[in-house]
């Protein structure tokens, strides 16, 4: 049987280079190298965070649509208060024989969260009061106040439950030379029932990373199925490639895609001058040369329409045309000049790859309009400005604001805005929470240390006749349901 070799399969898959002609394997090329996929960081890499949602499953996951599913809780609810979680958790025998108790679960949860202090996750799960078992099988999740992208935070990899006796899956793995072979759990190891065709039904799933040009060939050539991990730097080794063999798939994804001013000195040490560069960069022009539909861009930090979102933060400078942003720039840059006997001249890091080429381009022009010389830095270190490319994890305004708290990335942050994120943590009632983040983008935002562009670009490539993969607003795939497992 072809589940009782994992490793001659992986040996076998790789030097026969025919992922598309492969019976029952889904073969999955991730752009990036070994440790974009293989990281242990308590933030896990995009890449990482496949690798783990598929061994490690937490009360919840997410399926390919991005919607929240039962993992190891079966059922839910929430008070009508908003403050309580209750899940009642499968009933299944762990890899060592014994019982999966709520017990269990919970304690290993509340010593998961405590090894997020300092991070960002850490901030997003500020509103955690409690986690206590119930019973024998039902655990309680308390809120200091309602979140309503709670579930969406609990559905995180790196929530997921790591148990003395073994990884509760979904999916288990053999690993081999930087290549992953996954097979999904049987239904009765998961606390399901039996399912007697499963072996026919259901697919392997190989994942090894390649460097993006490597990887756009290998899909072009048929050799892997899927291509995972593309972001805006990457897209026209997608654009250019053999699109009959298969569809590029972009994310519709919220998050952050901007110029973090990481040196504020010299020309960028005054907020106004930062917002000089802000003004003058042509937003929808970036996203035209790259054939990229809906995607206009954005000068706000916080993406608009989020739950709770008061209306009070709009898109700025709408009363003045590009023509006119550019003019009141290059005013700033000339006061420069004049006190400063030369233009000022700024570099900025990008990732490497075509799209980043593109990018550059066009802010160079941009900035040379005002009288700025843009360069290209080799290293993010040397660096005046550095792009910031990251996804939600959940739908809310507090993400997006403790992105840029100052325990984790100053100097681009505000002590003031932090102040205000803290205040909305026990704020009375949900206007009062609004209003408190709306004033923390706002004063965020006045100090000019980010500069946004839009929202982060993420793309895939999905042979005809895939299944289990859907675009999401989180850009992420997991790996479970490319194995069509029914249940």
Request: aromatic letters at 6%; a negative charge.
């Given at each position: 049987?072809?589940?009782a ?13 025919s ?18 996929l293989?990281s ?6 995009e890449?990482?965070?496949?690798m ?14 991005g ?26 025998d762990?890899?060592?024989g ?17 090894r ?35 579930l ?20 288990k ?20 029932s ?39 730097e990457?897209?026209?080794?997608a ?20 110029l ?8 960028l040490a005054?907020?106004?001058?930062r ?7 042509d ?50 840059v ?19 790859g075509?799209g ?16 700025i010389r ?5 290293s ?7 792009l910031?490319d ?20 100053a ?13 909305s ?6 206007a ?7 004033e ?14 839009g929202s982060?670009i ?5 042979r005809?006749g ?22």
């Amino acid at each position: 049987m072809r589940r009782a070799l994992l490793l001659p399969l992986i040996a076998a898959s790789l030097a026969s280079c025919s992922g598309a002609d492969d019976d029952g394997l889904v073969e999955i090329a991730y752009l990036g190298d070994a440790a974009s996929l293989y990281s242990a960081d308590r933030e896990l890499s995009e890449g990482a965070a496949l690798m783990r949602s598929a061994q490690r499953q937490g009360l919840v996951r997410f399926n390919e649509q991005g919607e929240v599913v039962p993992a190891l809780a079966e059922r839910w609810i929430i008070t009508d208060d908003g403050t309580s979680y209750i899940f009642r958790i499968r009933e299944f025998d762990l890899p060592d024989g014994s019982r999966l108790t709520a017990r269990a679960v919970a304690e290993e949860l509340g010593r998961t969260l405590s090894r997020f202090d300092g991070t960002s996750l850490g901030l997003d799960l500020e509103k955690v009061l409690d986690i206590r078992a119930m019973t024998g099988r039902v655990i309680e999740i308390r809120l200091r106040r309602p979140m309503p992208g709670f579930l969406s935070l609990l559905a995180q990899p790196e929530l997921g439950i790591a148990l003395r006796e073994g990884d509760v899956g979904p999916m288990k793995a053999q690993i081999a030379d930087g290549t992953a072979l996954f097979e999904a759990l049987r239904p009765e190891e998961r606390g399901l029932s039996e399912q007697d065709d499963w072996d026919e039904l259901v697919n392997t799933v190989l994942i090894r990373p390649l460097a993006p040009r490597d990887a756009a060939r290998a899909f072009a050539q048929g050799e892997v199925d899927v291509l995972l991990g593309g972001r805006l730097e990457t897209l026209p080794l997608a654009i250019t490639g053999a699109l009959s063999r298969g569809t590029v798939r972009l994310d519709s994804a919220i998050g952050l895609y901007g110029l973090d001013v990481a040196k504020p000195e010299g020309f960028l040490a005054s907020a106004p001058n930062r917002e000089a560069l802000a003004m003058a960069i042509d937003r929808p022009t970036l996203a035209q040369q790259f054939n990229l539909g809906g995607w206009a861009g954005s000068s706000r930090i916080v993406a608009a329409g989020l739950p709770g979102d008061d209306g009070t933060v709009t898109e700025r400078w709408q009363d003045l045309s590009l023509e006119q942003r550019r003019a009141r720039a290059s005013a700033a840059v000339e006061r420069w000049r004049d006190a400063n006997g030369a233009g000022p001249q700024l570099s900025v890091y990008l990732p490497r790859g075509p799209g980043s080429t593109y990018i550059f381009r066009a802010l160079e022009r941009d900035m040379a309009l005002i009288g700025i010389r843009l360069a290209r830095a080799q290293s993010a270190p040397d660096a005046d400005l550095r792009l910031r490319d990251s996804v939600a994890r959940y739908p809310g305004a507090r993400w997006f604001l403790n992105q840029f708290n100052c325990e984790i990335s100053a100097p681009v942050c505000s002590a003031d805005a932090d102040f205000l994120v803290q205040l909305s943590l026990d704020a009375a009632n949900p206007a009062e929470e609004a209003s408190y983040l709306s004033e923390a983008e706002q004063t965020l935002t006045a100090t000019n240390l980010y500069i946004p562009l839009g929202s982060p670009i993420r793309w895939s490539q999905v042979r005809a006749g895939v299944e289990g993969f859907s675009e999401n607003a989180y850009a992420f795939h997991p790996l479970f349901p490319l194995s069509r497992a029914p249940i």
